[in-house]
């Protein structure tokens, strides 16, 4: 099967005069791929996709190619959409693997990370964005949601907007917040809360200045206080109701610990799923992180709003919490996404390994026939897109989609002997890293490495930042 837009750019389908050159339709060509997978209904062998001016223009089979300005070889690899991550705190890259919190659990995790946090300033954040951005291309990961909590100075999403226009992934920052410090029962030290009046304030200001909701858009803000455990009342209620004036989507943590669970129960008198009700959270509007900790008669609840998950396995079960069941929440309708999580929790910035990691703690909770790699496939690309409130233009290759595609190596030693399913291969083989990572079209990973400049220099930066803040910790 070929699917097919010719584009009528300047010049092209005119016949060319004597003194006029032919310009190719399409930017790019994908060709030769050993299967491409395009989330829409087809898996096509020997498959290409092309590309132009930024979106999708065509797939197809071997024999029936374009012509193109430029070709890419998907010889040996399989081709998907980019993958979304629904759920992330890069700045932890700054603090990832720090020893005195590798055995605990989350609060007291968080107790131990909360005062290094404190040091984070504009440039701790811009690079620290920068790197973690990067590394999600290199996991193939095209368009990705980040969660800062932690504001002790001003405008530090602003420094993580500098990051993604920099390195050039589809960037969906939310704007996090804690208004609830340790002396009021919370769990974040004075320097870390801000008040209500400021973070409404702020994240207005963010919206009007940045929030792109056009089709293809590189950047949308949304609303995301942190955790019914560290935040006010008054803040969930308030903030629901901005982002229905202003548009915008919501996003929290959402029954990850026993802990909340307790504090919600003790606090309000109500499980964390009634409290996120009760503020006026229940709605397609949001999307939360983890729902760990939750009933049958809860999930179907979130099915019924329209509120989506983003799956974080790899972080909760580091964090000695286990994993969501991602069969039970499918079953009950729920939209489920996948995340990363903290780069101090999960310590990586892998969709990809994150994705196995799914794939395993399904089949552990369910059965061998609990999930499949295209399930998991699924839940990174087309469900995830959903949850960020995109599904109807990411997670898909088909002609009008954004340019988001990646080409993921299966020629190497990990792969021998891996014929007869292709997907399930890319999932359970490997580690496996992309060849090319395109978004919007244009190559962020190509030929394996990173097309960006300043690679090196910019680690050796976050070398010195990242050491200066852990150093807090040992009282330096």
């Known amino acids: 099967m070929t699917v097919s837009v010719r584009p009528t750019r300047a010049g092209a ?10 310009l190719p339709v399409n930017d790019t060509l994908i060709r030769d791929a050993e299967l491409v997978v395009t989330m829409d209904g087809d898996e096509i062998p020997g498959g290409w996709v092309a590309l132009a001016d930024g979106t999708v223009t065509g ?20 081709v998907t959409p980019g993958l979304i991550n629904t759920h992330h705190h890069i700045f932890q890259n700054l603090t990832r693997a720090y020893a005195p919190a590798t055995r605990y659990e989350l609060f007291d995790w968080l107790r131990t990370l909360y005062p290094l946090w404190t040091a984070l300033d504009e440039e701790a954040v811009e690079v620290s964005t920068w790197v973690g951005l990067a590394e999600l291309a290199l996991g193939g990961c095209t368009t990705t949601a980040d969660m800062l909590h932690a504001h002790p100075r001003p405008r530090l999403i602003d420094a993580q ?19 609830l410090s ?19 304030g702020d994240s207005e200001r963010l919206v009007a200045a940045y929030h792109d909701p056009a089709p293809g858009s590189m950047l949308r803000i949304s609303l995301a206080p942190a955790t019914q455990a560290a935040v006010t009342e008054r803040l969930m209620v308030e903030t629901a109701r901005l982002a229905e004036r202003l548009d915008v989507r919501l996003h929290t943590h959402l029954a990850e610990d026993r802990g909340e669970e307790q504090y919600c129960l003790e606090t309000f008198g109500r499980r964390p799923v009634d409290q996120f009700e009760h503020v006026g959270w229940g709605s397609e509007r949001a999307w939360v992180a983890h729902l760990v900790f939750s009933r049958e008669d809860e999930r179907a609840r979130l099915a019924r709003w329209g509120t989506g998950v983003a799956h974080c396995p790899g972080s909760t079960m580091m964090l000695g919490a286990g994993a969501a069941s991602l069969p039970d929440l499918r079953a009950a309708g729920v939209t489920v996404g996948l995340g990363c999580d903290g780069s ?16 395993a703690a399904a089949r552990e909770r369910g059965g061998a026939a609990a999930a499949t790699a295209r399930d998991i496939l699924r839940a990174a690309t087309v469900d995830a897109a959903a949850c960020l409130g995109r599904g109807d233009e990411l997670g898909r290759l088909r002609p009008g989609a954004p340019a988001d595609v990646v080409v993921w190596e299966l020629d190497r030693f990990a792969f021998a002997g891996a014929h ?10 490997g580690p496996v890293r992309p060849r090319h990572t395109l978004v919007q079209g244009r190559p962020v990973v190509e030929d394996g490495a990173l097309t960006l400049p300043g690679t090196t220099d910019m680690l050796t930066v976050h070398a010195r930042i990242s050491r200066r803040i852990q150093r807090l910790g040992a009282g330096a």
């Open 59 to 78: 797939v197809g089979r071997a024999g029936d190619e374009p012509t193109a300005a430029r070709t890419l070889s998907a010889r040996g690899a399989l």
């Open 182 to 200: 340790e002396r009021d029962g919370g769990p974040a030290p004075d320097a870390l809360v801000e008040s209500a009046e400021e973070i409404l």
């Open 13 to 22: 389908g005119r016949t060319p005069g004597p003194d006029r050159e032919e």
């Open 161 to 179: 907007i500098r990051a993604a226009r920099q390195v050039g992934l589809r960037f969906h920052p939310a704007r996090g917040a804690l208004d």
């Open 420 to 429: 007869t399913d292709l997907v399930e291969a890319w999932l359970r083989c």
């Open 344 to 359: 101090a929790s999960t310590d990586h910035a892998s969709l990809w390994l994150e994705a196995r990691t799914a794939l």
